[in-house]
């Protein structure tokens, strides 16, 4: 009887399945550039190592870092840990994956616990190889601080252009544009509406009556009801 011996085939090795996260606090053009950046690198990082596999570029666009449960991108990112699909996440700093310390402790946690380490690029900070969550809890509380201020500083920069009467608002109001100048200019046909608003609640309408009036208004039709509500009473324009 002849034995022919065969070779035991090496076990091809798992790929480590790598995610990342990205976040930009505000909807500014500048702002939208970096988030693509962002986006970019990890994807070119992420394929640069043959061991790894994309799990996913998990982004929040205009979003603020200090709560957790108001940002989809994050809880999208979570969900996926969660089952199971993700083995490692990368993101820029422990500012961008949030801005409260409770959050990101609680967040840090429970990715360990499902063994899905994190990885602070600007912190050069692995939670897998964390001794204590000391270092982490120090950098979070001053990106925290850091959120403060910079709130402070917007407000208080708001209220003096405010008293000086140079505030504008990133989004013109409705009724309104902005000119060439960067000075508000009225919309007419805009202006009609605000104006019936204003007149209703004058004259005692309720929110309710209004909301239906404005909902029973189509297109064209609304400025052509508009003008007639007008010369009813004597406005028209």
Known sequence: MTVKTIEAQPAEKKK???????????????????LETQKAHYEAWIMLHSEWECAGIFYDFGITGTKAD?????????????????????????????RNTTDCL??????????VPIYFEKEKLDTGSMDTELVLAILSSLAQEESASISKNVKWGNQNRIKNGRYRAGTAPYGYTFDSDGNYAIIPEEADIVRFIFESVVSGMGVHKIGKELDSWGGA????RQVEYHNDHGHSE
């Not at 995610?19 to 606090?25: F, H, K, Q, T």
């Open 70 to 98: 108001v940002r989809d991108g994050l809880q999208a990112l979570l969900y996926e840990c969660r089952i199971g699909r993700i083995d490692y996440v990368l993101t820029k700093s422990v500012s961008r994956f949030s």
């Open 221 to 224: 039709d609304a400025q052509g």
């Open 16 to 34: 480590l399945r790598v995610a990342a996260y990205c976040r930009v606090s505000t909807d500014n053009d500048d702002q939208r550039e970096s």
């Open 106 to 115: 609680e967040l840090v946690r429970e990715l360990l616990s499902y063994n």
